[in-house]
């Protein structure tokens, strides 16, 4: 019971139940005769939203920043996942503020070491996009 029904009883007209209305159209006509746009959260993953492309047990993509963007691969999923980041701006891996998180494998792969690993591909991802505006900014 809310405070104005306390204070004024119970209204005649139904309250609406606003989880039901995640299932409905986007437009939806409430008991009041009002209009409300209901917005529905994005189902599709952040990964696949950024173009990222599995390809067996690897990911492949870009980290995409504002200061340009990186080609990438992941390999594996969830807590274990391993991130590279190829042909990365030189102030990201040599005196930016996240230089020691990378670590070369190759002429122009660099592994990514996380102290805390990201629960997933999506979150990793963000997170490392987020060391390259840090880097470059």
Not at 37 to 56: A, C, K, L, Q, Y
Not at 87 to 109: E, I, S
Request: charged residues 25%.
């Amino acid at each position: 019971m809310g405070f104005i029904d306390w204070i004024h009883g119970p209204s005649a007209l139904p309250r609406p139940n606003l989880r039901a209305l995640i299932d409905v159209p986007a437009r939806v006509v409430l008991p009041s005769g009002r209009v409300a746009t209901v917005i529905r959260p994005n189902s599709v993953p952040f990964h696949e939203e950024r173009g990222w492309r599995r390809h067996g047990s690897e990911f492949r993509g870009y980290y995409r920043t504002r200061k340009g963007s990186f080609e990438g691969r992941i390999r594996g999923t969830g807590p274990r996942a391993e991130y590279f980041i190829l042909h990365p701006p030189v102030r990201l891996v040599d005196g930016g503020p996240h230089a020691a998180c990378f670590r070369q494998r190759g002429p122009h792969t660099f592994f990514i070491h996380w102290s805390e690993p990201p629960r997933d591909v999506d979150t990793g991802i963000l997170r490392v996009e987020h060391c390259i505006l840090e880097s470059l900014s």
